[in-house]
């Protein structure tokens, strides 16, 4: 049974690289899909409507997330599904799946103009680009998203290349807090 998860402003759904697992759906609030264009290295919000799916691609395809999902809006409500969940969804609602061929189509699209216009990529470390997103909100003075993003770091990479840096910028985060930040 596909479980309601709420968020508020500023909250990270799931971030770049996390294992994908659970396909989302919108129910009420707002949520924006964060990632880097891979042109101009700026980052893109890419925002989601109420009843639109999100994290599809990834969790279908058993890849890590390619962005950031974050809730935009104080009681934001996304419904999460497993993936057995979505597919029996999917079968019983063939509308969803042409929905979804619509909104990848158009992704192709994106994709295939962008890449032809690349002389080569620069991809980001799952790794690398939680630690730069902790630092992100830490350099915002976003204390406690930075403080959650670092300890998800250290869960999951202890020994990462930024391990040190992100202890330490942990215990910055929390100073900042202690301190009313």
Avoid: C, W
Wanted: hydrophobic residues 40%; glycine residues 8%; without cysteine.
């Amino acid at each position: 049974m596909p479980k309601p998860l709420q968020f508020n402003t500023g909250a990270l759904i799931y971030y770049n690289g996390e294992e994908a697992n659970k396909i989302y759906i919108l129910q009420s609030g707002k949520v924006s899909l964060v990632y880097t264009d891979i042109e101009s290295k700026n980052d893109i919000r890419s925002p989601v409507q109420p009843g639109e799916f999100f994290g599809v691609k990834s969790a279908l395809g058993r890849f890590p997330h390619e962005e950031n999902a974050i809730a935009m809006a104080n009681n934001t409500v996304v419904m999460a599904f497993t993936i057995p969940e979505f597919e029996a969804l999917a079968m019983s609602n063939t509308r969803i799946i042409f929905k979804m061929l619509k909104v990848f189509s158009n992704q192709l699209r994106r994709v295939h103009a962008q890449v032809a216009s690349l002389t080569k990529s620069g991809g980001v470390e799952p790794d690398e680009g939680l630690f730069a997103l902790g630092e992100k909100y830490l350099k915002n003075k976003r204390y406690a998203h930075a403080k959650y993003v670092f300890d998800r770091y250290l869960i999951h990479y202890p020994t990462g290349i930024n391990a040190n840096k992100a202890v330490k910028n942990l215990q910055l985060a929390e100073a900042a807090l202690v301190r009313g930040g």
